[in-house]
């Protein structure tokens, strides 16, 4: 019994040991950005962050900064010399808007990603589809210590009341047994568009085999209109039938995450109008989590439905589920949100 007792509580601890919390957060902050600083703030309040977790620098407030050698010397160098000298224990990494998206207006690449990618001293200038990510399609909790990268999260949207309301809904969520929203379209079934409707169609399957109710589309129609949403992915404006108004008309819950098969979802988090649809839309709509791309990435880049929705059900918080169903670092991906976001664990 005593022996028993005993592995009971070093599997315990081993468990709680692996659990996310305040203390595995960097939080980002843009001293030149009066919003950076406010949605900074309101985020350690909410969370708890410890005061030594955040992190002050001073950068371009535009979307992009002048060059690479700006971004590494006003961005990534400090963050690298701060964790160096404090020896945090840090496995995620928050921005904040009014910190840049891209290291120039001509390098495609997104800042986030970078960062995620910067203990494993990779050449940006040479890659040609960034480079592959350790923790993909893990289904154990992460760590830098084991995966060698950081999961980075950005804490965006059109204002910054919608920056704000990413963390309001992840300290809100709850486990919910919303809908789920999976948009497929038979306009797409030739090549790589074929697989990713097969992935869409599986993580239907699995989100019922969950418990939980899905609503599977696979008709010309772009579903709109719907409430309660816990999840969406769908081709965005890649779909033949894509409507804006029906784009913004589905409403979430706290806790709800999104992902759409855009090639320039992230590419501005600023009102525009044209070109692709924008993961902005979606925050502005209510989701608390959602992952797009500052340009460009291929259609390998985009969230693996399967993984991102059993990662997330299963108890992975948010920033684990989007980066294990992720290929790629070190390219042009942005997931939105709180990485401590887990509404079931």
């Known amino acids: 019994m005593k022996l028993r007792l005993a592995c009971l509580i070093g599997l315990l601890i081993s468990v709680s040991s692996c659990a996310a919390g305040p203390g595995n957060v960097l939080v980002l902050v843009n001293d030149n950005s009066p ?12 969370r708890k962050i410890p005061a030594k977790n955040v992190l002050h620098v001073k950068c371009p407030t ?18 690298k010399a701060y964790l160096k000298k404090t020896k945090l224990p840090i496995d995620y990494i928050v921005t904040t808007r009014g910190i840049p998206i891209k290291p120039s207006p ?14 494993l001293n990779v050449n940006i200038t040479s890659l040609q589809q960034g480079v592959p990510n350790p923790y993909f399609g893990k289904k154990e909790p992460f760590s830098h210590k084991k995966f060698g990268i950081y999961l980075v999260t950005r804490l965006d949207g059109y204002t910054l009341q919608d920056a704000k309301a ?9 486990p919910a047994k919303g809908t789920f929203l999976i948009d497929s379209t038979p306009a797409r079934e030739t090549g790589g568009y074929a697989a990713m409707n097969a992935a869409m169609d599986e993580a239907h399957r699995d989100i019922i085999g969950k418990g939980y109710v899905c609503f599977f589309d696979k008709e010309h129609e772009f579903i709109g209109g719907l409430k309660n949403l816990m999840g969406y992915f769908s081709w965005g404006s890649n779909d033949a039938a894509y409507s804006l108004e029906k784009f913004k008309s589905n409403q979430f819950r706290p806790g709800a995450i999104a992902e759409t098969a855009v090639s320039t979802s992230g ?10 649809s924008l993961i902005a839309d979606l925050v502005e709509a209510g989701v608390t989590g959602v992952k ?12 693996d439905p399967r993984i991102l929705f059993d990662r997330y059900l299963s108890g992975f918080n948010l920033a684990e589920s ?9 390219w042009k991906d942005v997931v939105l949100g709180d990485p401590l976001c887990a509404p079931y664990k």
């Open 35 to 46: 919003e950076s600083k406010e949605i900074a703030a309101y985020y350690v309040a909410k």
């Open 106 to 119: 001509k390098f495609s690449m997104s800042i986030d990603s970078i960062l995620a990618a910067m203990d």
């Open 322 to 330: 989007y980066y294990a169903a992720s290929r790629r670092i070190c």
């Open 267 to 276: 590419r501005t988090f600023k009102k525009t109008t044209g070109g692709q």
């Open 166 to 174: 990413l963390v309001d809904r992840s300290v809100a969520a709850k």
């Open 62 to 79: 535009t979307e992009y900064f002048a060059n690479r050698v700006e971004y590494y010397d006003l961005l990534e160098k400090p963050v």
């Open 292 to 303: 797009g791309y500052v340009s460009e990435p291929t259609l390998a880049a985009v969230a």
